[in-house]
């Protein structure tokens, strides 16, 4: 065959070669990032409708590991309370947020099934609330407590 | 590193030519395919995705006016919160499973979905559909205001403290909020793929580009290189390239132009039919004209005066866009051609000299010689005047021996052969005018006026025999060819006739005896055998030199010799010309005469002694001689009569020589026994006394026998009668 004919096919290969390598380097690149954790990891699983977390931390630094086990999405709230109650909105179905975001050292937006999800907070001792607050889902049960010591 | 050699293969170019158009089109064949495939795929998969999130979407509405619903009927309002709830659980239904959602009072038309995929969304459209079972179930109870504490909670939720209102407030809370996210992942996904798409088909694209481009100069430059390969190729071809269009000739190959020596500017148009000649330019116009014959001869005038032949073969391609002419493809064959024609003179030749030298091989005489070169002139030329003239034996005069029969012979007047121009130069001479100054002077003045000639001379081993002469019309000799066959003509006769006459001589010497001209032995027995054959009548005389041994050893061999030839030719005069007189060897001679008897014979020796006594002898002493006679009426054998005859001669002898003497059997025993006698005597007593030998030197008994008798009689004392001087 002719010669420019094996160059331009070796060409072509290359350039596949090239674009398949391409891809892979981009899919790779996910698991490569992140935080690192720099605290005590508290694991806290989520799911339809609970929150399950230790009761009671020293107070410090900790990386709360939230995992979704679905089946739905789910937030990730938690807040500093001293009565224990959390005052709602007016709808009487979610927490109002507003009034107590003061307290709140941190929170994740509402995460998909089977995400894992790490939040950093400097807790300090007192009593915390761990909860999701979408449409219900406090109502229907997702809300946990800590004592920070 | 030098891979190997590779093999230039100008005419492989559109099998490999073919390659890079086929790769570009299967690269965009192949994207193209791919592009439309995702875009389909993708805009069906989107479609479906975008009918989910309707559907989801809507579930949120439907939950919230169940909730209103029940709270209207609650009030003693018109509601229907059980429609509701079938369309909330229908639609749960097919969000997981797939099928067709019934359309709602007043919105959606009906809508097939398709069975929710990846096991995510599946346990989120499961969890609605929990959440729709106690949605609903929770909502009738409150409806007919059953307690609601107890009911199932399949979907985990944790609702039972609550109030029974608030209950269906949450549970359609948690609906509504479910099937929202769920809507909205399906969208983000939607969105991540529709991403990917692009970029896949960006991608693509580039990529098709890239790879089209790298072929299509690839392909650019193996079409630049074969196109290089094909001009070179046109341009070193030996072969003559010529192409007519309908006004005349568009183009010519380099070698046209180089043959015809004229350059391309001259040729083109009408220019090249100019050159070609007349003869062929009819047809040479109707392959111009219609591209037929197809295979054609024609000749070109080259710039140096020469007609150039070609053979060309022609395609028409008028109809190919591309050349809209007729292509000659030519040959030149002019050498081919000239050689042809050499070949074919040449073969006429051979014939004609093939032929010719067997007619002369079978000719044994001069006549049949000269017989074979008339017929050969007039193969040559009919028209022509030619004759043969030969010298005679003694090479001193030249006669006319052959003429051609169809016309008058020339009538040389050359008398010698060295007066001949052609004959002393040995080779063919041209005179294109007998009034030219350096005509042959035996050319002019003759009868039919003047005329050119060609005169070649005839030989063999190198003696000049003749000269072969023709005459044509004045200013106009004869072609080359016909030159040349007269030459190899000239060259054969002369070969012949040499032969003939080396072979007439040859035959002569047998017979002849080389001293006296006479025949020899040989010559008269043959003769004497024939006449007894006859049975005619006929005399035989043996004859002797009288004491010719005294005259040799007195006045030597010369003498002897000189004796011996003039002996020969007085008897030959004193002959009749059928009467035969032979040499029989030494100084005895034999003659044979026909239709004379003995005694007649006697009366011929007779004048024969007187002929000889008178004959002028010159320095030659006086001589005698003795005959012994014999007739065909006295014996019947050949030997016999000799003997007889030799009987006469020894009588004669003892009679004193000098006369004839007729034999008879009595004398013919006494010579016999006398012989004996003497042949005992002297091979006891000396040898025999030396004698010329025949011709080959060896003496034959009846040359022994005859020098007894002059032995014998050479006893007695001279008679005194007889001088020897």
Not at chain 2, 77 to 93: G, I, V
Not at chain 2, 315 to 323: F, S, Y
Not at chain 2, 465 to 481: A, D, F, Q
Not at chain 2, 668 to 690: C, F, H, N, Y
Request: include cysteine; proline fraction near 5%; glycine fraction near 8%.
């Amino acid at each position: 065959m002719d010669w420019t004919v094996v160059n331009a096919l070796r060409a072509l290969a290359a350039f596949w070669a090239a674009g398949l390598l391409g891809a892979l380097a981009v899919g790779c690149d996910d698991s490569a990032r992140g935080p690192r954790p720099t605290a005590s990891i508290v694991p806290v699983a989520e799911g339809d409708f609970h929150i399950t977390a230790p009761s009671s931390v020293r107070a410090g630094g900790y990386t709360f590991r939230v995992h979704n086990e679905g089946p739905t999405h789910h937030e990730f709230i938690i807040v500093g309370t001293r009565t224990g109650v959390l005052p709602l909105r007016p709808d009487g179905l979610t927490v109002d947020e507003e009034s107590i975001e003061r307290l709140e050292p941190g929170s994740l937006v509402p995460g998909a099934p089977g995400a894992v999800r790490n939040l950093t907070v400097l807790l300090k001792p007192g009593r915390y609330i761990l909860f999701c607050n979408m449409e219900g889902h406090f109502m229907a049960g997702m809300h946990a407590e800590l004592v920070v010591a | 590193m030098l891979g190997p050699a590779k093999a230039m293969k100008p005419f492989a170019v559109a099998s490999s030519s073919r390659a890079p158009v086929i790769a570009i089109f299967l690269t965009f064949a192949l994207i193209s395919a791919t592009t439309i495939a995702l875009s389909v795929s993708a805009t069906k998969a989107s479609q479906h995705r975008t009918s989910v999130i309707q559907v989801a979407a809507r579930q949120r509405t439907l939950a919230e006016r169940y909730l209103a619903e029940i709270l209207l009927v609650r009030e003693g309002k018109q509601a229907n919160p059980a429609y509701t709830a079938r369309a909330l659980t229908a639609s749960a239904t097919s969000l997981l499973e797939g099928g067709t959602v019934p359309g709602v009072n007043g919105d959606d038309d009906e809508t097939s979905l398709p069975p929710a995929d990846g096991h995510v969304l599946r346990a989120q459209f499961a969890q609605e559909q929990r959440l729709v079972a106690d949605l609903t179930s929770t909502g009738q109870a409150v409806l007919l205001h059953r307690p609601t504490a107890n009911l199932p909670q399949t979907a985990h939720e944790h609702v039972s403290q609550l109030e029974p209102v608030m209950r269906v407030r949450v549970l359609a809370a948690l609906t509504s909020s479910n099937a929202f996210r769920a809507a909205q992942e399906i969208g983000r996904v939607d969105e991540a793929n529709l991403n990917n798409l692009l970029k896949s088909q960006v991608l693509l694209g580039v990529g098709g580009l890239l790879v089209t481009l790298l072929l299509a100069a690839g392909l650019l430059a193996t079409a630049r290189r074969k196109s290089a390969h094909f001009r070179s190729l046109a341009l070193s071809a030996s072969d003559l390239v010529i192409v007519l269009g309908a006004r005349g000739c568009r183009y010519v190959s380099r070698s046209v132009a180089a043959m015809v020596g004229r350059s391309d500017s001259d040729l083109y148009g009408e220019g090249l039919a100019r050159f070609v000649h007349d003869e062929d330019r009819p047809v040479f116009e109707a392959v111009q004209a219609t591209g037929a014959p197809s295979q054609f001869s024609f000749r070109m005038l080259s710039s140096a005066g020469e007609w150039r032949h070609l053979d060309a073969h022609a395609t028409d391609l008028r109809a190919d866009r591309n050349l809209r002419g007729v292509v000659l493809h030519a040959r030149d064959t002019t050498d081919r051609v000239q050689l042809e024609q050499q070949l074919t003179a040449q073969l006429q030749r051979d014939g004609f000299a093939s032929r010719l030298g067997e007619a002369l091989e079978m000719a044994d005489e001069e006549r049949e010689v000269a017989n074979v070169v008339e017929r050969a002139a007039i193969e040559i030329s009919e028209q022509t005047p030619m004759e043969l003239l030969l010298s005679d034996s003694s090479r001193a005069n030249l006669a006319r021996v052959a003429s051609n029969p169809g016309t008058e012979a020339p009538g040389c007047p050359v008398k010698s052969p060295f007066s001949c121009v052609a004959v002393r130069r040995g080779t063919a001479v041209v005179f294109d005018s007998s009034e030219s100054l350096n005509a042959c002077p035996q050319l002019r003045g003759r009868t039919s006026g003047s005329c050119s000639a060609v005169c070649v001379p005839v030989s063999f081993m190198g003696r000049a025999l003749g000269v072969l002469h023709t005459t044509g019309p004045e200013g106009e000799p004869l072609s080359g060819k016909t030159v040349s066959q007269l030459t190899m003509l000239a060259a054969q006769a002369g070969a012949r006739i040499g032969t003939v006459r080396a072979f007439e001589k040859t035959q002569l010497q047998a017979s002849t005896d080389g001293l006296t001209g006479l025949g020899n032995r040989r010559t008269a027995e043959k003769r004497l055998r024939e006449l007894i054959k006859s049975g005619r009548l006929f005399a035989v005389v043996l004859a002797d030199l009288d004491r010719f041994k005294q005259l040799n050893d007195t006045n030597g061999h010369e003498a002897g010799d000189r004796a011996l030839r003039l002996f020969s030719q007085t008897v030959t005069q004193a002959l009749r010309d059928n009467d035969l007189v032979a040499r029989w060897g030494g100084e005895e001679f034999v003659m044979v005469l026909p239709e004379l008897d003995r005694f007649q014979a006697i009366e011929v020796l007779d004048r024969v002694r007187r002929d000889l006594a008178v004959a002028h002898p010159g320095e030659t002493p006086r001589f005698t001689a003795s005959f012994g006679v014999s007739d065909s009426g006295q014996a019947e054998s050949l030997e016999e009569l000799l003997h007889i005859a030799d009987g006469g001669l020894y009588a004669a002898k003892k009679a004193g020589r000098d006369r004839a003497t007729v034999g008879d059997c009595e004398s013919a025993a006494q010579a016999k026994k006398e012989e004996a006698a003497r042949l005992m005597d002297s091979a006891e007593a000396t040898p025999l006394p030396e004698s010329p030998g025949d011709q080959n030197g060896i003496p034959t008994v009846r040359h022994a026998r005859a020098s007894m008798h002059e032995a014998a009689y050479e006893e007695d004392p001279p008679p005194s009668g007889v001088q020897i001087r």
